[in-house]
DNA sequence: ACAAATCTGGTACGTTAGTGCCAGATTTGG
DNA sequence: CCAAATCTGGCACTAACGTACCAGATTTGT
């Protein structure tokens, strides 16, 4: 169901955002009617009446994530100065745009990411929506690599993808999971000059 | 609880491998008291009789499975012809390893695995576990690589397995998701000689 | 053979979940 | 300004879950 009216949206939008929250700090199967409900400050039955179904409310806040995520991704992009692009600090862009900014709670954060990838396949409903992501990811970093004066084919970008994305899933697996250095590990070094 | 009869021994075992079959079949999430139960053909006590927890079954249910994947690989190993190891049948062998052997219903096979890496990060009780499976599979493809007359580094060896899961979680989100074809490609052009 | 240990299986409790219901309040459009 | 549309929010239903309980049956060790 839609809203129709500006409160209603309003509301709405406030359920979204409290599920995208709930989404960053739990995963998706934090998702949930009451949590949604008690985190927006609203009553349970609000999340019935604007949303048809849990999985309505999981797609709505997947994709609110999403866009918050690529609008970051393009903002690097937009700032980003060509003659800074030395090895290590490009290394930490493309990481930046594929786990998220690095911050000290980052192996949660980078958790999600791939819980999202995987989630995907339990869940077929979300793909299309993880479809137009991925291939926007895609473009987004094709062009960082052609701003930053390292073009790269398309399949390039691919390949270095899954390296990251690999090498994070594996990491994972560790008494004490740091997906970022081991992602930084083996995107240094295929990425170095042959 | 850890059974102390015979009787109770089998049918302790007879609840690891429902338990499996369901892991399987469901992932995680399909891993319950009542259906282990139900699959074992046991009553629903009978699953906390011989399991403290839940997540003791799922322990228990993953170190079998995994054990099970692994003799896999070890027969592929032994029974391995060095003479036979052409390009295409040996990145074959490879994914047979990574993605376990090739099914009309491998997708969702190999969905399975991914789940498995991942929910790790939410199971920390699980790693100790993942890690020792994760690192004699490593040895396993180090000694095949070796055997196929193709030896490689450990670290080169890391770098395809990422290469593969990289490829694989990046392939389910497709609309009808082959990651198997996925990783084969990626893999097929990684090991190309240069 | 018999006491102790082990196992059995039916039952029930307490939680939490998704979802449906509906009388009343609010907002909208003409 | 008022009828119609929209929204509100408290409540309750059903289902499924992990787990605990316990009287009785079975198996074990001596």
Redesign the interface.
């Known amino acids: 169901m839609t809203a129709a009216t500006p409160k209603g949206e309003r509301r709405r939008q406030a359920l979204v955002e409290a599920a995208a929250g709930l989404l960053v700090d739990g ?1 998706f199967d934090a998702i949930r009617h009451r949590a949604v409900a008690e985190r927006a400050g609203l009553p349970l039955a609000s999340t019935t009446y604007y949303f048809d179904s849990l999985d309505d409310l999981v797609t709505a806040a997947l994709e609110f994530q999403g866009n918050a995520e690529l609008a970051y991704g393009k903002a690097r992009l937009d700032e980003l100065d060509p003659r800074e692009c030395g090895g290590d600090a490009f290394v930490e862009l493309v990481l930046d745009l594929l786990l998220g900014p690095s911050g000290d709670r980052d ?1 949660e954060a980078v ?1 999600l990411r ?2 999202r ?2 989630a ?3 869940r077929p409903y979300l ?2 929506l ?2 137009r992501m ?1 291939g926007e990811l895609h473009s987004l970093l094709f062009d960082i690599f052609a701003r930053a004066g390292q073009p790269v084919s398309r399949e390039r970008v ?2 270095l ?7 994070v ?2 990491a ?4 004490s ?1 740091d997906p970022r250095a081991a992602a930084r590990r ?1 995107l240094g ?2 990425m170095q000059p042959r």
Chains 1, 2 share one sequence.
């Open positions: 995963g192996a958790l791939y819980e990838l995987v995907t396949g339990r793909r299309p993880m479809r991925s691919e390949e993808i899954a390296l990251v994305d690999g090498a899933v594996n994972l697996i560790e008494i999971p083996m070094k295929a």
